[in-house]
């Protein structure tokens, strides 16, 4: 169990499109959701807390106009990035907590590049 | 504030070699640790955690980690390696307050033949 999903695995853009990345809990509800960025050879950045019905929260640096969140059920949240920049290429990795325990299940993360 | 420190961005090693990976945290409040590997352009896999009771911790593939609340550590060891170690590990504190996890720098751990 605490399966999480990822979609797409990999995407390729053309700068100033937006692309739309979505992360699924597969067999537990997840009311908080939480959205990571990976710069090659980093740690994990964490970008914003995603609630479920409520208005994510973004880590200080984050650009929220940016970074899109929408968290519409307990098994779904998205990240969308607006108008790409070659500079917002990154490995994206969501993780959601599963109520009532005291640890994230992450996702296998997103693959941006932007061109 | 809580933190996470790895203080060892490379570990080379020889393949059936021992090997600990050290991880230092610091909090005020009572924190759970974990430790994940990573594998090139893969995203993160659970190795093992402390949430409460025993100090040692058992993991998948032979690792085991020893909570040290005195040391504020939680360092991360294997009794011999493999090639098919080789990868990214990252140590991580997560508060019950916040639900957010603090993740360390991450150690590249390189198994030699």
């Known amino acids: 169990g605490a399966v999480v999903s990822q979609h797409p695995s990999r995407v390729i853009c053309k700068s100033g499109t937006s692309v739309k990345i979505e992360c699924r809990s597969l067999d537990f509800q997840a009311t908080t959701m939480f959205w990571y960025r990976q710069f090659p050879k980093k740690s994990l950045m964490l970008m914003a807390t995603s609630n479920e019905g409520s208005k994510a929260t973004y880590e200080q640096g984050v650009e929220k106009d940016k970074f899109l969140i929408n968290h519409a059920s307990l098994t779904l949240s998205t990240l969308t990035v607006t108008s790409a920049h070659p500079e917002d290429s990154s490995f994206y990795i969501c993780?959601?907590?599963?109520?009532?325990?005291?640890?994230?299940?992450f996702g296998p993360g997103t693959r941006l590049t932007v061109l | 504030a809580q933190s996470v420190t790895q203080l060892d961005s490379q570990v080379p090693v020889f393949e059936e070699a021992p090997v600990e990976l050290r991880c230092n945290y610091s909090?005020?409040?009572?924190?759970?640790l974990f430790w994940y590997v990573q594998y090139p352009n893969q995203g993160l896999q659970l190795l093992l955690k402390?949430?409460?009771?025993?100090?040692l911790v058992k993991g998948i593939n032979g690792f085991e980690a020893e909570f040290n609340k005195s040391q504020t550590s939680f360092h991360l060891r294997k009794p011999s390696v493999h090639i098919s170690d080789t990868a990214e590990y990252f140590c991580a504190v997560f508060t019950s307050g916040t639900y957010k996890y603090i993740f360390g720098t991450g150690t590249r751990l390189k198994v030699l033949a």
């Open positions: 993780s959601a907590r599963r109520d009532t325990y005291n640890e994230q299940f």
């Open positions: 909090s005020s409040v009572s924190v759970y």
């Open positions: 402390y949430l409460s009771g025993s100090t």
